[in-house]
């Protein structure tokens, strides 16, 4: 058997390589550059009203056709990091993103206090000020120097509670689909769905958060689905695993737009933790389990991009702002 190659956001020691996260690796990599891309047209936007047919709506067709790929790069490191069959070790998993984090933090922190002395803008972050070693260091520890830094953040996050999950991981399979089933009906409840109903009918009850665990929520759950549709799977036909990536990106493509023209302007439906993204993201993780688990053609393609993932996530938003803010080209 071919042996696998992890990427840095979910590195194991696997025997046998998952083919069809080298293609979703790849096709996510394309979804975050295509909604970071989309994203710099929507914020470009002056003009207050929205018709059907703009220059806003097709950057927000090309975002919500994105916003699987965040969600599908934690759910990959879930498939994997949480298998009992791959060895697990804290220490150089956490080094593995911590640095890069660094680097790239440094870096971003160089470019933006040249951007500022350049007077030029700089790239969206923690605030502080440019050039300031001191505050640029507070601003590291306190969140990403870039806002796309912020998913690594998460992982190292993540990555701390592996080792209290795998023990359950390892259990039977039949044992472990009970206890995960549960886990992930606590999380959808009530971080995805209950959020739902405090956005569009926030006079409703409000149920104490403090009266309920924090586990498992936030993308602590994205990364246990994971886990779960890579070992387990659903029980549904694959056609409704098209169905619902069709219908996760019509919605978020829809509810922004009604946002945006009839409420507050908000964005809510960018969410990686929104149902529609949920959805979404979990459709095309399950669209490449049945359909791209297998060597093709272009395989030797598809693996050298996929190696170049994290890369490429790390550096395309400096790439994006040169283009966006200093480029001739803009």
């Not at 030029?120 to 605030?127: C, E, I, K, T």
């Not at 070693?133 to 996050?157: E, I, M």
């Not at 509810?255 to 979990?282: C, H, I, K, M």
């Not at 993932?309 to 400096?318: A, E």
Request: proline share 5%.
């Amino acid at each position: 058997m071919t042996e696998s190659r992890a990427h840095p956001a979910a590195e194991t020691a696997a025997p046998v390589r998952v083919y069809y996260f080298d293609y979703l690796r790849v096709w996510a990599t394309v979804g975050v550059v295509t909604l970071h891309s989309a994203w710099l047209i929507i914020l470009a936007r002056q003009d207050p009203k929205i018709d059907v047919i703009s220059h806003f709506n097709v950057a927000n067709i090309y975002d919500s056709m994105g916003r699987f790929a965040v969600s599908c790069f934690f759910m990959i490191s879930g498939a994997l990091l949480l298998d009992p069959g791959h060895r697990f070790r804290l220490r150089q998993q956490t080094l593995r993103v911590l640095v890069p984090l660094v680097t790239w933090s440094a870096i971003y922190a160089a470019f933006d206090a040249y951007f500022a002395v350049s007077d030029l803008p700089v790239v969206s972050g923690s605030d502080h000020r440019h050039g300031d070693v001191w505050g640029a260091l507070k601003a590291f520890l306190s969140g990403p120097l870039a806002y796309h830094l912020w998913f690594v953040y998460v992982l190292v996050g993540i990555y701390l509670v592996v080792p209290l999950l795998r023990p359950l991981t390892a259990l039977p399979a039949m044992r472990r689909d009970r206890l995960l089933r549960y886990a992930l009906s606590l999380w959808l409840i009530f971080t995805i769905l209950l959020p739902v109903v405090h956005h569009f009918w926030p006079g409703a009850v409000k149920l104490n958060s403090g009266a309920y665990p924090d586990f498992p929520s936030g993308y602590l759950g994205v990364f246990i689905l994971g886990f779960y549709l890579h070992h387990h799977g659903l029980r549904i036909r694959p056609a409704f695993y098209a169905l619902g990536a069709l219908v996760g990106v019509t919605a978020t493509c829809l509810v922004v737009y009604f946002e945006q023209t009839f409420r507050d302007g908000s964005f809510w439906a960018y969410s990686n933790l929104t149902p529609n993204v949920v959805v979404f993201a979990a459709s095309v993780f399950l669209l490449a389990k049945t359909y791209a688990n297998r060597p093709g053609r272009w395989f030797g393609f598809f693996s050298r991009c996929s190696a170049l993932s994290f890369r490429v996530y790390l550096l395309h938003v400096l790439v994006l702002h040169y283009l966006r803010a200093i480029s001739p080209l803009r």
